[in-house]
C-alpha cells in the first residue's frame, strides 16, 4: 500500500510568491492534518480535516495559509504571500478514523520550503 | 487547551537504556502518543498509551500516570541506530477535536559506544 506521499520535497521561493503544496493520503484514510516543522517551533498544527470538512484552521496561521482538501484523496496547502520566517518543513499526515479511537497518524516525507 | 512539555536532549550509552520523559497539563485527555523522528525524515508512531501503569512493547516502553500528567518511554538494550528525537503527543477529549494531537517539542536522543 502506497503510503502519504507529498509534493514537490523540496520548494524554493522569493519573498512575497505564492506557492502550493500537495498531499495524498493514504486511500481509505478519513482524517488529514498539515503541520509545519521548525526546530525552535517544533510541529505546529496547521489544518485538520475530518472526511473532507475543516475542523481547525490554525489559529495564528489563518491570516497567509489556506489547506483545502476537494476529493478525500487529494490536499493542497497553499502559502500567499510567502515570508522568510515560512521557511520550515511541511509535514502532511492521515489517520484511518478518529471514532475508533485509532491513534497513529501516518507521515508523509515532507516539504522542506526555503524563502529567500 | 494543550501543554506538552520534553527536555531538549538526553544521552545515554549502547547497551544500556534511556528514560523519555514528558509532562503535559490538559482541559481533557484521550490518549497519549510516541513518535520516533530521525533526522531528515518524517515521524513513525511508536505507541499510544490512554491507561496508567506500564506497557511493554519489548525494545520500547511506555508509561502513564493520568493523575499526575506524565508519561515516560523507556528504551532498553539501546543501539547506536536509536539516536533519534522522540516526540511526545496528546489527544484532546474534545470531541470536535478528534484526532488532533497536541506535540511536544521532542527529545533528541544521542546513543553513543
Known amino acids: 500500500d502506497a503510503g502519504v506521499t507529498q509534493t514537490p520535497r523540496h520548494e524554493v521561493a522569493e519573498k512575497g510568491q505564492t506557492i502550493i503544496l500537495k498531499c495524498e493520503p493514504v486511500s481509505g484514510h478519513n482524517d488529514l492534518f498539515w503541520y509545519r516543522q521548525t526546530k525552535i517551533q517544533g510541529l505546529e498544527l496547521l489544518s485538520y480535516f475530518r472526511s473532507k470538512s475543516l475542523m481547525e484552521d490554525g489559529g495564528a496561521f489563518k491570516d497567509r495559509f489556506k489547506a483545502e482538501m476537494l476529493n478525500s484523496s487529494f490536499s493542497t496547502l497553499k502559502i500567499q504571500p510567502t515570508e522568510p520566517k515560512d521557511s520550515a518543513v511541511y509535514l502532511c499526515?492521515?489517520?484511518?478514523?478518529?471514532?475508533?479511537?485509532?491513534?497513529?497518524?501516518?507521515f508523509g516525507p515532507g516539504t522542506r520550503l526555503t524563502v529567500l | 487547551g494543550q501543554g506538552v512539555e520534553q527536555p531538549d536532549n538526553l544521552m545515554s550509552v549502547e547497551g544500556t537504556f534511556a528514560r523519555v520523559n514528558c509532562t503535559y497539563s490538559t482541559s481533557g485527555f484521550n490518549g497519549l502518543s510516541w513518535y520516533q523522528q530521525r533526522e531528515g525524515h518524517a515521524p513513525v508512531f511508536l505507541s499510544y498509551v490512554v491507561l496508567d501503569g506500564l506497557k511493554d512493547s519489548g525494545h520500547f516502553s511506555t508509561f502513564l500516570s493520568r493523575s499526575n500528567g506524565y508519561s515516560y518511554l523507556l528504551l532498553t538494550e539501546l543501539q547506536i541506530k536509536d539516536s533519534a528525537s522522540y516526540l511526545c503527543a496528546v489527544r484532546d477529549r474534545n470531541n470536535n477535536a478528534g484526532a488532533k494531537l497536541t506535540f511536544g517539542g521532542g527529545t533528541r536522543l544521542t546513543v553513543r559506544p
Open positions: 499526515a492521515s489517520s484511518p478514523d478518529w471514532a475508533y479511537n485509532y491513534a497513529e497518524q501516518f
